[in-house]
């Protein structure tokens, strides 16, 4: 229970990704920020901040669920102040609210285009700047953030080449506050799936057959929870894969992770192998 009374605050934290590192780290006795737009049942889309904070609490963690919009600055500045004086501080910052649209440059419309870059590395950004003065107080504080490594390959760009920018702006943000925050010992670092995980999101564009590829989330909150116990003063300015996280770890088998045993696993979008 080496994370008690640490305060990690995540942003989209109602479903998928952001919900498995809250119940991870709530598991190991952390307090959570739980954050979302949703506040309500969608018609659509599983849970909200509310019933993610009982899951919370159920794992053994406290929680503070906040409805927070990341594309509101005003939004994000009043939920980090209320968490910080809510817990005492924020020790660990988890920039994971995305949005996706898979969509050439022609057909894409300019406000999902705004919509991805607003959420995506201006939300990082916000959220980033805001936190820092806190984790500055932290033991041990840690920035990590759902984007890939930087890999400017033109395939990358072909197909969705704002979707690209939005998340390529969230790994510069990494790679910058890397350096920025070297003399505070802030680290701050990118964690990337190796394989599609399979959330709302992979529901949404690919179906049922898209989650038969992938894995659960929770294998990327497992390797986030080896990376929080990293000295921030040393790993930091990095762009980790889930899975090789867990293999410094000693672990091999991965297959517990598969929606479907034996399923042939999709690799996820900017990795080459």
Do not use: C
């Amino acid at each position: 229970m080496i994370f008690s009374n640490k305060t990690v605050f995540i942003t989209g934290a109602t479903r998928g990704i952001g919900r498995a590192i809250a119940l991870k780290m709530a598991s190991q006795g952390a307090n959570i920020v739980v954050t979302g737009k949703s506040n309500v049942p969608h018609p659509k889309l599983p849970g909200t901040i509310f019933t993610v904070a009982e899951e919370v609490e159920k794992a053994g963690g406290k929680v503070l669920p906040l409805k927070i919009d990341v594309r509101n600055e005003d939004s994000v500045k009043e939920g980090i102040e209320k968490a910080a004086e809510h817990f005492g501080g924020i020790d660990i910052l988890v920039n994971n609210a995305s949005a996706i649209l898979l969509m050439d440059t022609q057909t894409l419309a300019v406000k999902r285009y705004d919509l991805m870059q607003q959420v995506n590395a201006r939300g990082t950004f916000i959220a980033s700047k805001y936190a820092i003065p806190y984790l500055k107080k932290a033991e041990n504080p840690h920035i990590l953030t759902m984007s890939p490594p930087i890999n400017l390959s033109p395939k990358w760009f072909k197909n969705h080449v704002a979707y690209t920018i939005s998340k390529y702006g969230m790994s510069m943000t990494t790679l910058g506050l890397s350096e920025e925050l070297k003399e505070y010992g802030i680290a701050a670092n990118s964690l990337w799936p190796k394989t599609i995980i399979g959330t709302a999101a992979i529901s949404y564009l690919m179906g049922e057959e898209g989650l038969k590829m992938s894995r659960k989330p929770e294998i990327v909150a497992d390797a986030a929870f080896e990376i929080f116990k990293k000295d921030s003063t040393i790993a930091t300015g990095n762009f980790y894969l889930d899975e090789d996280v867990l293999r410094e770890t000693g672990q091999t088998d991965f297959s517990k992770y598969n929606y479907v045993q034996g399923a042939k696993i999709m690799p996820d979008l900017f990795l080459e192998f």
